[in-house]
């Protein structure tokens, strides 16, 4: 939740401008940084955070390039996934040396990417991950072969709906991102929230949760709507 709300915060005290606010706003980044920090066992948190000052940052210097470059890398993503995943995470070797939850990650992306291919054009179906009822095991550990969600959006999107809900969701991402870096133009700050906001949040549904999850769902309304209120309004926005 607070890698998803303090672009905005940190964003809304920018756009007000004045040196106290673009010191409590860099404050408010170090004092979520740190609150991620001491979170045990939450790597996906710190690395989506982590990339999200990194867009904030970038989005500043450069704000509309940022913004679709941001948008339009998870759009690619979103459609190469499948097959670059195995590609680049296929060495069985890594699964003796990583983590165990990352090695649990790489066999569950591993057995989605091969299921993804017995039905490519229109996938699995809806919430077909939570009936896989094969087994892995990983690191000596059994376990489900897919524990309710692929732990990645992109994955999902092609498990379940296939290259057509791929195709569609990529195409959102791609519009989306240069209709709000139109629409926000002149707006240094909420630019850079907003990109923030997608790198962060992008990297970690990639990482971890399920889409259809309804605290997760909340959370991405709530940024956005915060992301909104940043904005300055106008006849098209």
Same mark, same amino acid.
């Given at each position: 939740?607070?890698?998803?709300?303090?672009?905005?915060?940190?964003?809304?005290?920018?756009?007000?401008?004045?040196?106290?606010?673009?010191?409590?706003?860099?404050?408010?980044?170090?004092?979520?940084?740190?609150?991620?920090?001491?979170?045990?066992?939450?790597?996906?948190?710190?690395?989506?955070?982590?990339? *999200?000052? %990194?867009?904030?940052? =970038?989005? /500043?210097? !450069?704000?509309?390039?940022? @913004?679709?470059?941001?948008?339009? +890398?998870?759009?690619?993503?979103?459609?190469?996934?499948?097959?670059?995943?195995?590609?680049?995470?296929?060495?069985?070797?890594?699964?003796?040396?990583?983590?165990?939850?990352?090695?649990?990650?790489?066999?569950?992306?591993?057995?989605?990417?091969?299921?993804?291919?017995?039905?490519?054009?229109?996938?699995?179906?809806?919430?077909?991950?939570?009936?896989?009822?094969?087994?892995?095991?990983?690191?000596?550990?059994?376990?489900?072969?897919?524990?309710?969600?692929?732990?990645?959006?992109?994955?999902?999107?092609?498990?379940?709906?296939?290259?057509? *809900?791929? %195709?569609?969701?990529? =195409?959102? /991402?791609? !519009?989306?991102?240069?209709? @709000?870096?139109?629409?926000?133009? +002149?707006?240094?700050?909420?630019?850079?929230?907003?990109?923030?906001?997608?790198?962060?949040?992008?990297?970690?549904?990639?990482?971890?949760?399920?889409?259809?999850?309804?605290?997760?769902?909340?959370?991405?309304?709530?940024?956005?709507?915060?992301?909104?209120?940043?904005?300055?309004?106008?006849?098209?926005?």
């Amino acid at each position: 939740m607070l890698t998803a709300v303090t672009w905005a915060a940190a964003a809304g005290l920018l756009a007000l401008g004045g040196p106290i606010r673009v010191i409590c706003a860099i404050s408010a980044l170090a004092v979520t940084g740190a609150i991620v920090a001491i979170q045990p066992e939450q790597t996906s948190n710190w690395l989506g955070y982590g990339v *999200g000052v %990194a867009a904030f940052v =970038a989005a /500043l210097t !450069v704000p509309r390039f940022a @913004l679709i470059a941001v948008t339009s +890398g998870l759009a690619a993503w979103m459609l190469a996934a499948p097959f670059v995943t195995p590609l680049v995470l296929g060495d069985p070797t890594l699964l003796d040396t990583l983590p165990y939850s990352w090695a649990a990650r790489i066999g569950i992306w591993d057995y989605v990417c091969a299921e993804i291919l017995q039905a490519p054009i229109i996938g699995h179906g809806l919430d077909a991950a939570r009936l896989v009822e094969e087994r892995m095991i990983i690191q000596g550990v059994e376990s489900s072969a897919v524990p309710a969600h692929p732990h990645s959006a992109s994955l999902q999107i092609w498990f379940e709906t296939g290259a057509i *809900g791929a %195709a569609l969701a990529a =195409a959102s /991402l791609l !519009v989306g991102g240069w209709t @709000l870096a139109h629409r926000l133009r +002149g707006q240094r700050a909420a630019l850079a929230g907003v990109t923030a906001a997608f790198a962060s949040l992008g990297l970690s549904a990639n990482l971890s949760y399920s889409l259809w999850q309804e605290w997760w769902t909340a959370t991405l309304l709530l940024a956005g709507a915060l992301l909104v209120a940043v904005a300055k309004p106008s006849h098209d926005f």
